[in-house]
């Protein structure tokens, strides 16, 4: 590592949520220009606001000291955002590049819907963790609740330690890698052969996400690709 | 919130007040608290409700009566509580006995969670622990008998998020067991069920059989003479936060409402898991008199 990146970031900002408001945040982050030489971002005491750091659009890098609330860097589109804390219900939803990482704990339905980036969960996230995620990667390094990867359409789940009840239910092509035991799968949701390619595509967001640990000792989760098509046999179902 | 620390007790209406303060914007219609302080050997507190001059109805009924605005906490010796509430009944068809237990008293009331806890005086309260709730109203009419807490048995208090589908076929069984009910309100006929299995089981056990037998989306926080526990439904759609230190057990819907509790840093935080019973109590030998 050079010597530079050692130093304190350049046009390093403080923004404290203490004095200055919740919306004078989002405003000023919303109104950085692609280019801005504010790239470092630091945010104290969020106190479990809401909606802290959202629909930021431009590569800057922002570390928020403490636990945040509801949708926590929601929308994000390319900026890169640690929260050292625990995030609310949420976190990084919808996101559309860039990275979030949670140090703590995640509550429910994080990175729910999010098309792209990837989000890391160094603790364990709730519920419906990547609920209908569509194309984002998540690694959660600790375990998820029930029904995460609810109608996950693409992208990548990996768990590191163990998945609640209903896994993957009505799952579309997003992969599911699980370290840990999985209490039950949902409905058209199957684990699925490893093949090397799956493996190079594991080691590889591992690798990005910088944990160390052996793509081999992961299952697959995918669809069955069952309720993809209306069937005729169902037809008296309706 | 639960003290475990009694060296807390005197701050533990200013900690709830400020916890029911910040979730306004999540209950801005109504509010409430239950609160177990001191009891008297021998004595039983009824919490009334009504328009009255509750002075007067305490020389009347030859009672302590403790008033806070338009309730008030009358202790009356257990050989005469059927008496006096008979007397209530007849003299003063306009108030409601809302609560009652061996220490705990109820208050609620509609408005702005900071505007009801003032008008009841809730910060300068003490006790060993407090069940608060901000209520914002879906399933029925925004009124002072619609707020939560609900008290459907002595030192017995139950507040709810969510809502529940099969309260009416619950609340008609219930009735044959002699529960009674003041609303139409969901919430209350969960904590009439858990009044009702708590004639024979520990609350633990009272909290599991809720899981079988109501149908709904709920986070459950139930308080006791001894304690209070938790409980959320297997779906879990209804957010919950607790922090745990040395010195309490706290929970909120989110974490905002616990941030500025004392020592919250160091407390372990986590969520209550989906379908699982959580309780703590006092050892019986360290419960307030």
Known sequence: MSVALKLPPRDGVTFDLATDSLRSLNSTLAALAPETNQTAWQILNPRGQHAVAVGVTVPVAITIAGHVGYYCAGMNDGAAI?????????????MMSGTV???????????????????????????????????????????????SAFMAQSGNLVILGDAGEALGDSLYEARIFVRGKVA??????????????????????????????????????????????????????? | MFLKNRALEPELGALTAAMLGVLTDRGPDSAGFAIYGAGEPGAVKLTLRGDVDFAELGAVLEVA?????????????????????????????????????ARMELFKGVGLPDDV??????????????????????????????????????????????????HNDVRRRLMRENISFETQNDTEVAAGFLSWKLRSERLDEALTSALGELDGFYTFVVGTESGFGVLRDPVACKPAVMAETDDYVAFGSEYRALVDLPGISKAHLFEPEPAKVYFWERPARERAA
């Open chain 2, 65 to 101: 009566a403790t008033v806070h605005d338009d309730h008030a906490v009358i202790v009356v010796p257990r050989a005469r509580e059927a008496a006096v509430r008979g007397l209530i009944a007849a003299k003063y068809p306009g108030v409601a006995i809302v609560a009652s237990g």
């Open chain 1, 101 to 147: 990482h949670v140090k703590g704990d995640a509550s429910q339905a994080a990175g729910a819907t999010a098309h792209g980036g990837m989000l890391i969960i160094d603790g364990n996230a709730s519920a419906r963790c990547g609920i209908s995620m569509k194309g984002i990667d998540i690694i959660v390094q600790g375990s998820v609740g029930h029904m």
């Open chain 1, 184 to 238: 039950s799968l949902g409905a058209d949701c199957e684990e699925k052969p490893m093949n090397e390619a799956d493996r190079t595509i594991l080691a590889a967001l591992l690798d990005k996400a910088g944990i160390v640990a052996d793509a081999g000792a992961f299952k697959l989760f995918g669809s069955a690709r069952t309720l993809y098509h209306f069937h005729v046999d169902n037809a008296g179902a309706y």
């Open chain 2, 117 to 166: 806890s003032r008008r009841f005086g809730l910060a300068g309260m003490s006790g060993s622990h407090a069940i608060g709730h901000t209520r914002m109203a879906t399933e029925s009419a925004v009124t002072t008998a619609g707020a939560h807490p609900f008290s459907t048995g002595p030192d017995q208090c139950l507040v709810h998020n969510g809502s529940l589908s099969n």
């Open chain 1, 82 to 94: 640690t929260i050292a804390g625990n995030a609310g219900p949420g976190v990084a939803e919808n």
